[in-house]
């Protein structure tokens, strides 16, 4: 890839929103399993879920299915902007740096990098997208509305809210994510080649890394005062998101490497 600098971030840009459109379901009830039963805001104090797949089905009964999807414009907004910086800043970087020899340490700090800058840049829509979430189909507003209404009551800083515990937890995610895929990848490349199965099992475990990583993180973004226990409330559904969405991305992500 390093011949035609622009495909990492082309590629990386595309794969993100289909991955993004395919799993957001389960995002959704993540978020929403997250900010259930907070002591300090009345709109989240009761517990309305039992786990991913009661809030699957009650969301859909009680909001309709569409629901489901309450915040999927910044979201994809979110992957065009923060998925196409991430991913080729990463694999520009990678290439730049390495020469084509793998180095783990050298790909733990070009993922922090792409990590921190994507999530700093892309933060006004990753608040919109949370928003937009929780209020479900109460939320009137749209994307650019929802936009406006954010703006005038907070400001502009009001949009980069969280902007400080985004980006860490978005570096704790590109360090965990992008090294092992990569790793198990070039390790698995001796058995299996470089195939579907290859990326579906590296992009499986890296998501499990990831999960175990940013679980904590995630939810000291949107949960407080709740205790040490309430740091995996919705690991589960954090997990099986990843591993939908990281196979998705990076099959889709490999594919486009070899067709274009």
């Given amino acids: 890839m390093g011949e035609r600098d622009w495909r990492p971030f082309v590629y990386g840009g595309l794969a993100s929103c289909i991955a993004e459109l395919g799993t ?80 783990v340490s050298t790909n733990i700090c070009c993922a922090v990098v792409a990590g921190m800058v994507s999530s700093a840049i892309a933060n006004p829509t990753d608040v919109l997208k949370v928003r937009m979430q929780v209020l479900g189909m109460d939320n009137r507003l749209g994307l650019f509305a929802c936009f406006k209404d954010i703006y005038n009551l907070e400001g502009l800083s009001g949009l980069w809210r969280g902007v400080g515990p985004t980006s860490q937890r978005a570096a704790v995610i590109a360090a965990v994510e992008l090294p092992i895929y990569d790793f198990c990848k070039h390790c698995l490349k001796s058995k299996i080649g470089d195939s579907v199965s290859n990326h579906f099992i590296s992009s499986f475990i890296a998501s499990l890394g990831t999960a175990v990583a940013s679980t904590p993180l995630d939810v000291l973004r949107t949960v407080k005062n709740e ?23 990076f099959i889709t992500f490999e594919q486009f490497k070899k067709i274009f």
């Fill in 24 to 103: 957001f379901p389960i995002d959704t009830t993540k978020t929403r399993l997250q900010v259930q039963g907070q002591k300090f805001d009345k709109k989240c104090a009761s517990l309305k879920y039992r786990g991913m797949t009661d809030a699957l089905l009650k969301i859909s009964k009680q909001e309709g299915f569409i629901a489901l999807y309450s915040g999927i414009s910044p979201a994809v907004l979110r992957q065009a902007t923060y998925g196409t910086i991430k991913f080729g800043s990463y694999y520009s970087l990678k290439d730049f740096l390495e020469n084509g020899e793998e180095s």
């Fill in 227 to 249: 205790g040490i226990m309430a740091l995996y409330k919705g690991f589960i559904p954090t997990w099986i998101r990843m591993g939908p969405w990281n196979i998705i991305f």
